[in-house]
DNA sequence: CAGCTATGTAAGATGTTGCTTACGCAGGTG
DNA sequence: CACCTGCGTAAGCAACATCTTACATAGCTG
């Protein structure tokens, strides 16, 4: 769980994981994506990918090929969904209830006008 | 997007979340939460929260009452919705061209089993 | 107004991250 | 076997994150 979320917290291992997303690219294609930073610096996020189960690696002669691996994301899933769902609840019982003022719900309404 | 990762990946950010995910608590209740560090880090997580948009602070005479944001999260749900739909995608492209081996499709199914 | 409470901010110590260059090693190729 | 290619690892360094203690500020309360 922890690992996941920082390992996601970085753009860079975030564009390798789109990369590795559909195709299984070897680690020096990848690298060559990053035309910015050296070879081992993408090997080490590489790494941090790995052990945070985001990407499977399968050796393939002299090549390491790393794919998206979709489990990987399931507690950060879950963290998401947790939220999303104790949140219905929340509202539910607070509505019954009825413990906040009108105008603290309205405003809780309004400030939701992207997605909610 | 980049923010909102970083502020998840603390553990203790994470469960101040949780925390203010059903109530609305003042700063200095959120930290009698959390014994083991003083009230200044967690005056600090909570504006890490705030930075990202993950909480909202409603001033309430001496206090500041935080409450969790539910669209903070939604950069953060858009980017686990593309990993998911490009990855339904993928299958379907992959699964129509034959393209890979069927042990790999095995291997990939089977690895599934947390939750797929 | 004096003083108390609740809270944020500043400054600094310490651990962690993310890069670099240099090196090691496995695996294919002549 | 000698050698080249592809990749990971080690060491070192600059930047950043996360604590701490000390201080500043806003708002009640007598």
Redesign the interface.
Known sequence: M?GT??A??D?TR?AI?RLV??DELAAGEIARHFPAMSRPAVSQHLRVLADAGLV?IRPAGNLRLYR????G??D?????AQ??S??LA?LKTAAEREEWPARERAKLRG??????
């Open positions: 922890d979320l920082r996601l917290a753009p975030r994981l997303h559909d499977v998206w691996r979709p489990e994301l399931s950060v899933t879950a963290f998401l939220m999303w104790g949140r929340a400030s939701g006008e992207a997605r909610d």
